[in-house]
């Protein structure tokens, strides 16, 4: 019953956040933010949220500006989801690095096939 809760809230988190970014992204020039994941603790007293932030060089930098706008974000997120929601979770953002461990393993498989191959 708890982890169906948690999932329908996890996906309206996603989307309300992912809205977010799409409609802010003027405040964030040159940057492709993605909302990947959203993750709800069971108490559903915080939500972590998982961002994709392309080119990847900038990371450090856009988290760096979403966290110092944290209070906007949730401000305006609360507002959108407050029909359906009693208490907003706090909001953690955090860098999804699948795409890069997926890059790793596809650089270390092709290094792999070409000292196979030359053998």
Known sequence: MD????????????KEAASY?????GDYQGVIISVTEVRITPDL???R???????PNLRTKVLAK??????????ELAAKMRYQLRRIPDLLFMPDE??????????????????????
């Open 3 to 14: 982890a169906t809760r948690q999932n329908k809230i996890s996906r309206l988190v996603q």
């Open 21 to 25: 970014f799409l409609t802010h992204q």
């Open 45 to 47: 007293d915080e939500a």
């Open 49 to 55: 949220i998982f961002v994709s932030i392309f080119p």
């Open 66 to 75: 979403i966290t110092a706008n944290l209070k906007q974000i949730r401000f």
């Open 98 to 119: 699948s795409l890069d461990y997926a890059e790793r393993i596809e650089e270390l498989l092709s290094k792999d096939k070409n000292l196979n191959s030359q053998e």
